[in-house]
């Protein structure tokens, strides 16, 4: 599972948006493959999400928002699943961190305060 944790961690590293879809399908059929046998409170609804992101993945133009959150709930459930596990807990934790922070939603820009707090609109009065 050392090789899954490494590829896994590179690439989000890397950044995930570098990353081709068809790469990430692939790292997702190992995950999934990994944690069939797993007996853990956690593990089949971290399965279920694998498999929705794997399929997401796979099709011509994933849903960028549906990854996201499939990348922030799969974060939240390693997480959550890590503390459960014998040997691989500090990894699992880093990699449900890593997953949470790439699946968190990215603004398009940074937001302008300064034009939040003095809008050039006028309140109308009735």
């Not at 590293?13 to 956690?42: F, H, I, Q, Y």
């Amino acid at each position: 599972m050392a090789v899954k944790f490494a590829g896994t961690m590179n690439a989000i590293n890397r950044g995930l948006e570098s990353t081709k879809p068809a790469k990430g399908a692939t790292m997702v059929e190992d995950w999934e493959a990994a944690l069939a046998e797993v007996d853990t409170p956690g593990a089949k609804g971290i399965l279920r999400d694998l498999a929705s992101l794997r399929k997401q993945l796979e099709k011509d133009e994933p849903d960028a928002d549906r990854v996201h959150d499939l990348l922030h709930r799969l974060g939240a459930a390693t997480t959550k699943i890590a503390d459960k596990a014998d040997k691989q807990q500090d990894k699992l934790k880093a990699l449900g961190e890593a997953l949470t922070e790439a699946g968190e939603e990215q603004p398009d820009e940074e937001e302008d305060t300064a034009a939040a707090a003095a809008p050039k609109r006028a309140r109308t009065r009735k």
